[in-house]
């Protein structure tokens, strides 16, 4: 059947829909490992890989084998223009491009290389090393191709700032906190430890002019207020002078305590696994910092670390790669949603084994979390396997669901986990990810800060995810979830849309919106879920699929559009059905088009990237996306037509 049809639900109709649930069913079980959990690759892009080369040269633990094996995987993923872009079918990146470059010159690439020599021809003609982001020149400066004198300063006095103080450390996010912390270290110390070559063929070159067809880097949008960045260009001047004055009296031992105490605070926060957040930038600039205080590599805090990196490592006949993140909790709670809607009994060993491995994930200690809220028990969940002290929002909700839909022995679990989430509504009504109130608007204004988001205010998708999970919770407070709804409401956008802060984009942002509004209880016919419908109406493409590029993010012309990807449509079909907008054309559509690209093993194809770590800097293929999402759409779809209310 044509996936432009009118979808006709005779049973007959219905039995390829049941034929590929029953498949993706198979594929989701036996992707479960034997501990009970699932975890797909987080694929992201190849500066993480160039990193890993630098950190090691910088190191002195760079190996001949190990860099040849990165080096395959990053020139897999050069362009034929000779430019890396940040995702599938994104723009040229110039400090990916940039650090991908230098990172293949290690491995021993030769600048006269017909590869080489078109990434340096591009880079020179669209800003050169002067035109990258900080986090790149910090880099090239650590490898002393950058001069520590051209950086914003981030003075290592920051750590005695209070936490009622503007711009102290827990004014970031918890992601840039622990990456700012470590930073301060290695930005005192400069280091310097230079590469065996130069990079001077990647200076700008005025007189360059691009090539015909040369792809141009996209410009990200600034919102910066020129006044506060002034005073912040101000302050960043009296700080050099602060650094470079002959005499300023008890400098040097204010210093060296600061140094001190962000070196015990990093400390203190390495997990089980010996990293840092679960997440590659604090791992790697906790190790650089902890190393220029004296840590030898041999260490006890440094060997932990350095072997858990090695978690993060994946290898296969495409080369070495490195996921900046891992996800077991988060797809291990989408996986038992998946299979609870598509049938899959509560009691199915891989349920039971699931939620077992899931109890034993939550977090009872006290993380920076606590700082905003000193007396609130902990409880919840991280989306790592070691994250005891980042418990985050939207995970805590998703396996509270989870649990929920799998049975046994879980009321303490979930009522300390809601109770933990109730604690951290922020003063609006909405939820951040890791922290309360985490909103400040000076912090994102700071001459350092010109890559991705350093705050955590609160996102409509994850607010979303716990409206969804309190509504279905006995004793939650009235006022609690009217406050979330009403937030909720209020970020609506005009085109009927919400915004996603952690998928891509309105379509992630509505696809969890429209849920949770009914489920709290607003009815299917409320203006806010008919303009919701309208726009994803709207947006169904000819395919009958969703798709959202990631341009969205900064053109407002692309939200909702893009090619047509599984886990986008399930998001919007999502949508729809708790929309009751079962019986429509667009919904039968959407369900054929998963039917018509499901492929022979079960699961979907998606190179996509529509996850989001920092909107349009940074973003994720998550690679089970692509099979829970359409396969708990089909699910819940074939429970509606068939009046199957599951076990």
């Known amino acids: 059947m044509s996936a432009l049809a009118d979808f006709d639900t005779t049973a007959a109709e219905l039995a390829p829909v049941e034929a590929a649930r029953d498949r993706a069913v198979t594929w989701l079980l036996d992707a479960q490992d034997k501990g009970g959990w699932w975890k797909g690759e987080l694929e992201t892009n190849v500066t993480i890989d160039a990193e890993d080369l630098l950190l090691r040269h910088f190191l002195g633990i760079l190996t001949p084998d190990l860099a040849a094996r990165s080096a395959q995987w990053i020139r897999a993923n050069q362009r034929a223009d000779g430019t890396w872009g940040g995702f599938y079918g994104a723009p040229a990146d110039l400090s990916g491009t940039v650090e991908a470059y230098t990172a293949l010159r290690l491995a021993g690439d030769e600048p006269d290389e017909p590869h080489m020599a078109a990434a340096a021809r591009w880079v020179r003609s669209h800003g050169g090393i002067e035109g990258t982001r900080v986090f790149t020149r910090i880099w090239l400066a650590m490898v002393g191709r950058w001069s520590w004198d051209d950086l914003p300063i981030l003075p290592a006095e920051i750590i005695y700032l209070p936490s009622w103080a503007p711009c102290n450390i827990y004014d970031w996010g918890c992601w840039a906190r622990q990456t700012i912390v470590a930073l301060t270290i290695i930005m005192a110390r400069r280091p310097s430890r230079p590469l065996p070559f130069t990079v001077d063929e990647l200076r700008a070159d005025p007189d360059a002019e691009p090539a015909p067809g040369d792809p141009e880097p996209w410009p990200k949008?600034?919102?910066?207020?020129?006044?506060?960045?002034?005073?912040?260009?101000?302050?960043?001047?009296?700080?050099?002078?602060?650094?470079?004055?002959?005499?300023?009296?008890?400098?040097?031992?204010?210093?060296?305590?600061?140094?001190r105490r962000a070196e015990q605070w990093i400390i203190s926060r390495q997990e089980a696994d010996g990293c840092w957040g679960g997440i590659q930038p604090p791992i790697v600039y906790s190790v650089i910092a902890l190393h220029l205080q004296g840590y030898a590599l041999d260490h006890p805090v440094l060997a932990a670390a350095l072997r858990g990196i090695e978690g993060f490592v994946l290898e296969d006949e495409t080369g070495r790669r490195i996921e900046a993140c891992q996800s077991p909790v988060w797809d291990t709670a989408l996986a038992v949603i998946a299979?609870?809607?598509?049938?899959?009994?509560?009691?199915?060993?891989?349920?039971?084994?699931?939620?077992?491995?899931?109890?034993?994930?939550?977090?009872?200690?006290?993380?920076?979390?606590?700082?905003?809220?000193?007396?609130?028990?902990?409880?919840?969940?991280?989306?790592?396997?070691?994250?005891?002290?980042?418990?985050?929002?939207?995970?805590?909700?998703?396996?509270?669901?989870?649990?929920?839909?799998?049975?046994?022995?879980?009321?303490?679990?979930?009522?300390?986990?809601?109770?933990?989430?109730?604690?951290?509504?922020?003063?609006?009504?909405?939820?951040?990810?890791?922290?309360?109130?985490?909103?400040?608007?000076?912090?994102?204004?700071?001459?350092?800060?010109?890559?991705?988001?350093?705050?955590?205010?609160?996102?409509?998708?994850?607010?979303?995810?716990?409206?969804?999970?309190?509504?279905?919770?006995?004793?939650?407070?009235?006022?609690?979830?009217?406050?979330?709804?009403?937030?909720?409401?209020?970020?609506?956008?005009?085109?009927?849309?919400?915004?996603?802060?952690?998928?891509?984009?309105?379509?992630?942002?509505?696809?969890?919106?429209?849920?949770?509004?009914?489920?709290?209880?607003?009815?299917?016919?409320?203006?806010?879920?008919?303009?919701?419908?309208?726009?994803?109406?709207?947006?169904?493409?000819?395919?009958?699929?969703?798709?959202?590029?990631?341009?969205?993010?900064?053109?407002?012309?692309?939200?909702?559009?893009?090619?047509?990807?599984?886990?986008?449509?399930?998001?919007?079909?999502?949508?729809?059905?708790?929309?009751?907008?079962?019986?429509?054309?667009?919904?039968?559509?959407?369900?054929?088009?998963?039917?018509?690209?499901?492929?022979p093993s079960g699961t979907w194809d998606e190179p996509w990237f529509t996850g989001t770590g920092f909107p349009w800097d940074f973003t994720l293929n998550y690679h089970l996306y692509r099979h829970v999402f359409p396969l708990t759409a089909i699910g819940r779809y074939l429970r509606l037509r068939t009046g199957d209310t599951g076990s």
């Not at 650094?243 to 204010?254: E, K």
């Not at 899959?344 to 084994?353: G, I, K, Y």
């Not at 609006?428 to 400040?440: P, Y």
């Open 221 to 259: 949008p600034q919102s910066f207020d020129p006044v506060v960045r002034e005073v912040f260009e101000v302050v960043d001047r009296l700080l050099r002078r602060y650094q470079t004055a002959r005499f300023v009296p008890g400098r040097s031992i204010l210093r060296r305590d600061a140094l």
């Open 339 to 599: 299979l609870r809607d598509a049938g899959v009994p509560a009691d199915h060993p891989a349920v039971t084994a699931a939620r077992d491995w899931l109890l034993e994930e939550e977090i009872t200690v006290s993380g920076d979390w606590n700082v905003r809220r000193p007396n609130l028990a902990p409880g919840g969940w991280a989306f790592e396997f070691e994250n005891d002290l980042y418990p985050d929002i939207d995970d805590t909700a998703e396996v509270i669901l989870a649990l929920r839909q799998a049975g046994g022995e879980i009321e303490a679990a979930c009522r300390r986990g809601v109770a933990w989430t109730i604690g951290m509504q922020s003063r609006g009504g909405g939820w951040g990810a890791f922290d309360v109130d985490n909103d400040s608007e000076l912090i994102p204004q700071i001459p350092f800060c010109d890559f991705g988001e350093v705050t955590d205010p609160p996102s409509a998708d994850v607010t979303a995810h716990v409206v969804e999970m309190l509504a279905a919770e006995p004793g939650v407070p009235a006022s609690v979830l009217s406050r979330a709804v009403t937030w909720l409401s209020d970020q609506q956008e005009d085109d009927g849309s919400w915004f996603g802060r952690w998928g891509v984009n309105y379509v992630y942002g509505t696809g969890a919106a429209v849920p949770a509004l009914v489920a709290a209880g607003v009815a299917p016919g409320d203006p806010r879920i008919r303009r919701a419908v309208e726009w994803l109406l709207d947006r169904q493409n000819a395919d009958g699929g969703w798709g959202e590029d990631l341009r969205s993010y900064v053109d407002r012309s692309w939200r909702g559009r893009g090619a047509s990807t599984a886990s986008q449509t399930g998001w919007a079909l999502l949508a729809l059905l708790a929309a009751g907008e079962v019986d429509h054309p667009a919904t039968g559509r959407g369900i054929q088009y998963l039917v018509d690209t499901i492929d």
